[in-house]
């Protein structure tokens, strides 16, 4: 397990404006961003011999052939390795484990992966032609059974229903939860790409925002955003002849935990983490910053819970005096995260993880950033990617 440790890098990022941004499709916005992932490692779309593709919610049916479409939108040929994967925001760092695999394999040299999506649409005038709804806050929308037959349907009300159980079981509190919404407003304040980078947020602010189901405020739920985000894996040795810092990728793994998480709380963390941190030869105690998966509040709280920052059930008190915003123990979700940067599901923690471990964060840069631990989920609580990332090549 441990011979991949570090053998692959991650060599370019592009990050196209997001947010309320109209007028590029989804495909539009993935061709944007793996340009701008190709220009910032240095290189060429010839270059790439692999493309692996995450298509959001605006994709529809042609998700499925998201890969050849953007194949055909950038002119790309002779590939040796194409897919469209979904496992919802664990789809990210799945993709970077297929890529690590493939290189590591001989399959493939140079591989991008990226995310975009674009279900936003434009206000619609006062005269009521035109324009479209501006989208639902999470995920994914579904109904079915005998949740929707209670009034349990859509993404939100499934995960308020694990928060309700986990403030039922261990006395969470609201505060609590608006602690970490209010730490990631804080570190979008440094993020010039950030949605909420001009707009500061106290705890009362954060009451104040209105319900959108129980427990869940506004703010405890992510943002929903308009863009794409692509990153480039390549070999440590190619990477380190790019224009980049190359960002070395310790150790990854997945879990799917199966099961009812109502009655669990557990996500699949602790199995993708057991993977990812036995490749890379490191302990928790190593991590020195997190980049983790917040379709909610709760999601943050329920991760730390999971990778063994705090034990079961301690994780509101773990969230509580700043430990995790700037200038805290353990900085977590340094560019606002998916509640105050922008919401490309799990590649949001993925690149301001390469941020973090380029030294390009600015007056967000965390002071050590020798191991970052990045998360990603998906469903409720259904998957979960783990990506070990650093700016060591040992």
């Known amino acids: ?36 992932a190709l220009e910032d490692a240095g290189l060429k779309g010839s270059d790439l011999d692999g493309l ?28 040796k390795l194409t897919a ?65 037959a209670y009034g349990a349907f859509g993404v ?46 106290t705890l009362e602010q954060y009451h104040a925002s209105r ?3 129980e427990p869940f405020h506004l ?16 070999s440590a040795e190619r990477a380190r002849s790019l224009r980049q810092p190359p960002v070395y ?25 057991k993977t990812a941190f036995a490749m890379a030869g490191a302990q928790l105690a190593d991590v020195t910053f997190c980049e983790l998966y917040d379709c909610y509040t709760f999601t943050v709280l329920n991760t730390l819970e999971d990778y063994g920052f705090c034990a079961k059930g301690e994780g509101g008190a773990f969230v509580e005096g700043g430990r995790i915003g700037p200038g805290g123990a353990l900085p977590v979700n340094t560019g606002g995260g998916q509640l105050s940067s922008f919401y490309m599901w799990g590649m949001t923690p993925i690149g301001e993880a390469v941020i973090q471990c380029r030294g390009q964060g600015g007056t967000r840069q965390v002071p050590r950033n020798d191991l970052g631990l990045v998360s990603g989920n998906g469903g409720v609580l259904s998957t979960h990617a783990t990506l070990l990332l650093s700016k060591h090549p040992s």
């Open 1 to 36: 397990m441990a011979s991949l440790r570090a053998k692959t890098a991650i060599a370019g990022l592009g990050i196209t404006e997001q947010g309320k941004v109209y007028g590029p499709s989804a495909v539009g916005f993935a061709v944007e961003a793996i340009r701008l």
């Open 52 to 79: 692996l593709v995450n298509p959001g919610m605006s994709w529809g049916e042609s998700g499925a052939m998201a890969s050849f479409a953007v194949q055909q939108a950038m002119g790309l040929r002779d590939l």
């Open 84 to 148: 469209a994967m979904n496992l919802g925001g664990a789809t990210a760092g799945a993709m970077i484990q297929q890529a690590v695999l493939a290189i590591d394999a001989g399959l493939a040299n140079t591989v991008a992966c990226v995310f975009s999506d674009a279900p936003l649409k434009p206000p619609k005038p006062k005269d009521g032609k035109g324009g479209g709804g501006s989208g639902s806050s999470g995920a994914y929308a579904f109904a079915g059974g005998l949740n929707a």
């Open 156 to 201: 939100n009300a499934l995960y308020a229903l694990l928060t309700q159980r986990h403030m039922h079981r261990f006395g969470t509190t609201h505060d609590q939860l608006g602690a970490i919404a209010v730490a990631e407003r804080a570190w979008a304040q440094g993020n010039p790409q950030a949605q909420f980078a001009g707009t500061t947020l």
């Open 211 to 213: 319900w959108v189901v």
């Open 219 to 234: 703010l405890d739920c992510c943002l929903v955003s308009n863009g794409g985000l692509a990153v480039i894996v390549t």
């Open 249 to 273: 990728i310790h150790g990854l793994g997945q879990g799917h935990p199966g099961g009812d998480p109502l009655e669990t709380l557990m996500s699949g963390a602790p199995i993708a983490a």
